[in-house]
């Protein structure tokens, strides 16, 4: 991996991401569909998902969802909640899922009132956790709307939750504790 633009967080929140979202998977029953290191056929349809290699992934990543969205101004927690939910999601969605948790008006849109409650929840320990626990409820929330609305994805939610459970597991020991 050439890491010489990326920052450290960057590349913590991306090697975790890529231990989520593995390599080339094309399952007819996924609405995601045709995906490869998590990158879809359907965001990128210029690209041959298959040979996608892994640096042009991280590339991506970095390019169209951490700098297009201004990550690193977030404080490290929500950066990471952010990112891995902007790969999983629309993001309108994702940010309002952060908004909500931050108790921001949840228009989708990553704002300086946004990134102002961010920097203000995250000045306390006991507050980070308890937002980054609401955003992730929040996101299972949508997996289970997602399973109502169409039974043919319910073969998923198992994953779901476990992305969830990896993603909380890694903020609280790796990102929040690793940077005491």
Known sequence: MNEQNYSQ???????????????????????????NYGISKRQYPQLNIIKLTMDEAIYLYHRDYWLANKLDQLPIAYACFLFDALVNHRPKTAIKFLQQALRATPDGILGPQTRAAAKQFSQN???TVETITWCLSYRADFYHDLVVDNPSQERFILGWMRRLFSLQQFILTEVIHGTD
């Open 125 to 127: 320990l006991e507050h």
């Open 9 to 35: 967080v960057f590349l913590t929140a991306v090697n975790h991401l890529l231990k989520v979202e593995g390599g080339y998977v094309d399952d007819p029953t996924d609405n995601g569909g045709e995906t």
